[in-house]
């Protein structure tokens, strides 16, 4: 079992940053993927960006240039670095880890509770 849990939301202006936390704890050694997700009201869930355990990252195209997302080992910790954002990306933002690559497709076995986000224009 592995429990993610999340950190870092809040409200914003457009333009503005914020970084996530996701702490992970439990199982760890058993997963090798994790990755950022949203879900605005009345939207599918949206994957965001994705790491491996060797570092490799994926980011959907609304988000390159602008967010950032990178992890601690030794803390078991995901971050997601917010930069230029935008009210389009006002959503609940989740962490996710498997030991399965799912890329930026919401499949993935573990699940945090969620953080808000809000950009206001």
């Known amino acids: 079992q592995v429990q993610l849990v999340e950190s870092g939301g809040g409200s914003v202006q457009a333009g503005g940053s914020l970084r996530l936390s996701c702490a992970a704890s439990?199982?760890?050694?058993?997963?090798?993927?994790m990755g950022w997700f949203r879900q605005a009201p009345g939207k599918e869930r949206e994957g965001v960006a994705v790491i491996d355990s060797d570092g490799s990252t994926i980011y959907a195209d609304s988000v390159k240039g602008r967010f950032t997302i990178s992890q601690d080992n030794a803390k078991n910790t995901l971050y997601l670095q917010m930069n230029s954002l935008k009210p389009e990306d006002t959503a609940i933002y989740y962490c996710?880890?498997?030991?399965?690559?799912?890329?930026?497709?919401?499949?993935?076995?573990?699940w945090g509770q969620g953080t808000q986000v809000t950009v206001s224009s």
């Open positions: 439990g199982d760890t050694y058993t997963y090798h993927y």
């Open positions: 996710a880890a498997d030991r399965v690559q799912w890329f930026l497709r919401p499949g993935y076995e573990y």
